[in-house]
């Protein structure tokens, strides 16, 4: 199964950008079961525990971004200190929150974990609380970038991909596929969230194309190849032999956000 990560550079105007280190203020909410986050918008399913254990969240479409935000990670501070710490959570984005009043509504262990000890009753009683956040990287220890054949694939007609542990700062823009050997490249279009399909004839060992962009401004894509064995299989997943954990130096404009300290 070969792999190939190759680098490509497309600059714009950082100016027209939202830099990923800012510090946003808002207020997150949580989910009182783990309904949601097994029928998330993202479409990752029970994958969502095995992600960040259980560390989820739904975000606003700002940061959902059609769902070009699953996958992304956010450490979220709430910003009561008589019942919160200091170090807040890390949560990976899962699903979308239609409510703009929450940036986000976290799973219920990752809201908890910004508890003080001992106050995780009465954080939980408040239901809401004003909050801080950020994006950080994405990091799955020993873990490749992998592809997941969805079950409703119908062989060769229709295939859908779903992809998971997409470390770094970092957005898959695109993903191309092919048969190996060919030419006749296929762009897949985005079905929703993390996962991807096509219609396109498709025989035997499959290669796709993935385009992975840092940030938001897209300053820096890559793209990697990974050839899909011509046995695959529904509710199979499959290891790219690729890591990715990239993450741009950003020198964002003062104004820009404001340079609020991370405090």
């Keep these: 199964m070969a792999f190939y990560v190759g680098l490509l550079f497309f600059l714009v105007s950082s100016a027209a950008a939202t830099c990923d280190r800012c510090v946003h203020q808002s207020k997150t909410a949580y989910y009182y079961d783990d309904t949601p986050i097994q029928h998330g918008a993202c479409g990752y399913g029970p994958l969502a525990f095995e992600l960040s254990n259980g560390y989820v969240a739904g975000v606003v479409p700002s940061l959902y971004r059609q769902g070009a935000g699953c996958g992304a990670c956010f450490q979220v501070r709430c910003k009561n200190k008589r019942f919160c710490s200091t170090a807040g959570t890390k949560v990976v984005a899962t699903d979308q929150n239609y409510d703009n009043r ?4 976290l799973s219920k262990i990752a809201y908890s974990a910004m508890a003080l000890k001992n106050k995780t009753k009465e954080l939980l009683n408040l239901g809401t609380v004003d909050v801080e956040y950020k994006r950080i990287p994405c990091t799955y220890k020993n873990k490749n970038l992998m592809v997941r054949v969805e ?77 899909l ?14 890591q990715i954990d990239d993450i741009v130096n950003e020198k964002c404009p003062p104004k820009q956000c404001g340079d609020l300290p991370w405090k």
């Design 102 to 105: 929450y940036d986000f509504v």
């Design 151 to 227: 079950e409703w694939s119908q062989k060769p007609y229709y295939l859908a991909l779903k992809l998971v542990y997409q470390g770094g700062q970092t957005e898959i823009k695109g993903i191309e596929i092919a048969e190996v050997g060919s030419d006749n490249w296929e762009s897949m279009k985005r079905n929703y969230g993390a996962i991807w399909d096509t219609n396109k004839v498709l025989e035997g060992a499959l290669q796709l194309k993935i385009v992975v962009a840092s940030r938001y401004n897209n300053e820096n894509i890559y793209w990697a190849t990974y050839d």
């Design 229 to 242: 064995p011509d046995d695959w299989k529904n509710g199979e997943m499959y290891d790219t032999g690729v």
